[in-house]
């Protein structure tokens, strides 16, 4: 069986070469491929499961480099020995070329299988090796042709403003206090409500004049507890400020 293509990679000749040679590439870009171990530069172990029309295989064996023409192509290899289903080997012969930036891999495939995968006759055959070569090389046009991602930026420290207001602590309290004071405020509201409540069914003037009698009360000290925070001077310094009260202080 034989069959070609080509595919066009978003990427120098030189990087193609290179992941043409790496087997962490190769491995992620062979369909089936559970492990790919290089023994040496020319030579790779792998162990690749597929299925062939109704038979799943699971093929250990070789690949072996030759021709080795970096960085226009090479020669590569291969044969597997699937147990009782049988063995499969074949060769492609790989080219890389220059094309406005990009380079275009083409490839001649030769592929031969033997014992029960035979059997499957040559339609089945030829279909499976060409869905098998198409995914390869349009996974490995993907992974080699990705965008190079920018590496992330240091984040740029954020000078102190030069001037403008420091919170103080004295605000900061007066702002939880006037959170609590609200606080009392509504339950004081919910308690005068239930108590007027309470008047209308029972005995009105006893009830009804404990409820406005408690409401004036906490009304009042709510308004004097924001006239007195409202009143208390808060010292606020800014890097002006305190420049000048240092200047005047060596003066």
Do not use: H
Request: glycine share 14%.
């Amino acid at each position: 069986m034989q069959m070609a293509g080509e595919q066009r990679i978003a990427a120098s000749r030189q990087r193609v070469w290179e992941a043409l040679n790496d087997p962490e590439i190769l491995r992620t870009c062979i369909p089936g491929c559970q492990s790919l171990e290089k023994e040496s530069d020319e030579r790779l172990k792998a162990t690749v499961e597929i299925r062939i029309g109704p038979i799943g295989a699971r093929f250990n064996g070789a690949v072996t480099l030759s021709d080795l023409d970096p960085p226009n192509g090479y020669t590569i290899s291969g044969e597997g020995q699937g147990g009782t289903v049988g063995f499969a080997k074949g060769g492609a012969k790989v080219c890389l070329a220059e094309d406005r930036g990009d380079t275009v891999l083409t490839y001649r495939v030769d592929a031969e299988v033997g014992g029960r995968l035979a059997q499957l006759g040559g339609p089945i055959i030829d279909a499976t090796a060409r869905q098998l070569a198409g995914k390869f090389f349009k996974r490995f046009g993907e992974v080699v042709g990705a965008p190079v991602v920018a590496q992330a930026q240091p984040a740029r420290a954020v000078e102190p403003a030069t001037t403008g207001a420091i919170p103080s602590a004295t605000g900061i309290a007066a702002g939880r206090n006037a959170s609590i004071v609200w606080i009392l405020v509504l339950v004081a509201a919910l308690v005068t409500g239930f108590l007027i409540g309470r008047g209308v069914g029972g005995a009105p003037s006893d009830w009804m004049g404990l409820a406005i009698g408690l409401l004036v009360v906490i009304v009042a000290a709510a308004a004097f507890e924001f006239g007195r925070r409202s009143a208390a001077p808060v010292v606020v310094l800014d890097a002006a400020l305190l420049a000048r009260l240092t200047e005047g202080a060596r003066s």
